[in-house]
């Protein structure tokens, strides 16, 4: 049973535990790392589950802080939530008693706002704040809120907030994007499940974690369907039903593992990784000279051969799936430091994501930063041990990823960042035989 959490009116940050990242470099990672369930497809399943008000089931959870901010949001709005055990949580959204989602959560997490469609389109309004998430350019909402008016939603924004209601059910509609959003398609997709009639949603998003949800949301009895690679076609149910769902694996984790074994000369196998989930990640390796070697459920990073220093240089744009994850262009950007000679990258999907790579010149990277959009990477570096600081989630992994490939200690701060997203981070990067650390700031210790 859920602790019942008084309600929060007001903004109140959970104070953070200040946490650093304590990491001794030059050690080849060796071994078996298991890949946990997916981040961006547990937290809008989470979500998914207020569509109903009978109990779901959710099996490989990551244990992460979005999703316990996730957990709290949904409790705090009166839904239960129990997590009976590590990686599962079960939901039962039978009374939902405030159709509020304050900016306490908004704060702390910008999937907060894929509460919008499914609550709006079940209880018929809700009041939920604009949301912040990770530091990494402007990132509005905007058509997410076109989505629900375009099926038929009334929704104003005072105050921070977004008032949405509605008076009847939803209407079935065409919804078309201007560009391709992961959230706005999932959002869209979730409000249009309990809507009248039928609702296309074009170009929908193309991930895997999508089809997660269309996988979760059909055994709830939902009429949801990819009717082509870019088109997702929902005819709108009057009920839907409980369900239980295994989260798809982390195909982000998975990258930042494979590059971790590369840049220190590894050997490593990601455990229960999709190969099929990460064709242009994985075709960047191939580029690279990367060597590596495909599973039904795992991938083996071998850089004991070819290693460090010795890859091919590589010129890299991100793109909506199936194109390169821009969570993965900060893993890569690490990895071709290590290329003999002069790569690109090219960030088409976030204005200022290539801010980080000054902690990673701190380190000995000789990069130039063109715009806020293209990078060049001078290689092969020399990187050595400096004191850095994490901006957010995926960066702050790749500071370890660097980190680990660099001579000397490093200390990154700012530690919370990456407990955001990935389970264990430091017991995985452990028990491949790293030597890295997470203290509390100030404390002085010697490294494990
Ligand atoms: C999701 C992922 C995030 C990933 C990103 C792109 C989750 C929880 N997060 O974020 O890890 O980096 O996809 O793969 O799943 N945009 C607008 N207006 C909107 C929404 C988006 O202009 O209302 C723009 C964004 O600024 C960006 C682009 O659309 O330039 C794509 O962003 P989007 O796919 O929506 O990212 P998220 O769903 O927020």
């Known amino acids: 049973m859920a602790d019942a959490r008084p309600f929060h009116w007001e903004y109140r940050p959970e104070p953070i535990t200040r946490e650093i990242f304590r990491v001794e470099g030059g050690r080849p990672l060796l071994g078996i790392v298991p890949i946990s369930g997916a981040k961006n497809a547990a937290l809008k399943l989470l979500a998914a589950a207020v569509l109903t008000g009978e109990r779901c089931r959710f099996e490989n959870v990551p244990e992460i802080e979005d999703v316990r901010v996730m957990a709290e949001t949904l409790a705090d709005l009166g839904v239960l939530v129990e997590h009976p055990a590590p990686n599962i949580y079960e939901i039962a959204s039978g009374d939902v008693e405030w159709l509020f989602v304050p900016l306490e959560a908004a704060a702390r997490m910008r999937a907060s706002f894929m509460l919008l469609g499914p609550l709006l389109t079940r ?6 704040s604009n949301p912040g998430g990770d530091r990494i350019g402007r990132r509005p909402v905007d058509l997410h809120v076109d989505a629900m008016r375009a099926l038929g939603a009334d929704i104003e924004y005072r105050n921070g907030y977004y008032f949405a209601t509605s008076p009847g059910r939803l209407r079935g509609a065409d919804v078309t994007f201007p560009l391709v959003s992961v959230m706005g398609t999932e959002n869209a997709m979730l409000a249009a499940t309990l809507a009248s009639g039928k609702t296309t949603i074009r170009p929908a998003a193309q991930e895997p974690e999508v089809d997660d949800l269309i996988a979760f949301l059909q055994a709830m009895g939902a009429a949801v369907s990819r009717t ?20 798809v694996p982390d195909r982000i984790e998975a990258g930042t593992f494979a590059v971790a074994a590369a840049v220190t000369g590894g050997r490593v196998t990601l455990e229960g990784s999709r190969p099929e989930h990460l064709p242009a990640f994985l075709d960047v390796l191939d580029r690279c000279g990367v060597q590596f070697a495909t599973g039904q459920d795992s991938i083996t990073i071998d850089a004991t051969t070819v290693g460090p220093g010795m890859f091919r240089p590589c010129a890299i744009e991100t793109g909506p799936y199936p194109g390169l994850a821009t969570d993965l262009q900060p893993p890569l950007c690490v990895l071709l430091t290590q290329a003999d000679g ?5 960030e088409t999907i976030f204005e200022d994501r290539l801010e980080w790579m000054s902690a990673l010149r701190r380190m000995g990277a000789r990069i130039s ?3 806020g959009h293209e990078a060049t990477i001078a290689g092969p570096a020399r990187l050595h041990g400096a004191e850095t600081e994490i901006g957010d989630l995926r960066a702050g992994a790749s500071l370890i990823l660097a980190a680990l490939a660099a001579e000397g200690t490093s200390t990154i701060h700012g530690a919370h960042h990456v407990q955001r997203g990935y389970e264990n981070i430091e017991r995985k990067f452990l028990d491949l035989g790293a030597r890295i650390e997470r203290l509390e700031e100030g404390t002085v210790s010697t490294t494990s």
């Not at 002069?342 to 090219?346: D, G, L, P, Q």
Request: aromatic residues 2%.
């Open 123 to 128: 209880f018929g309004r809700v009041i939920i």
């Open 228 to 247: 082509s690679p870019d088109t997702i076609e929902v005819e709108g149910r009057r009920r839907l039903r409980g369900a239980s769902h295994r989260v």
């Open 342 to 346: 002069r790569s690109t990258i090219h």
């Open 369 to 371: 930063i063109h715009g």
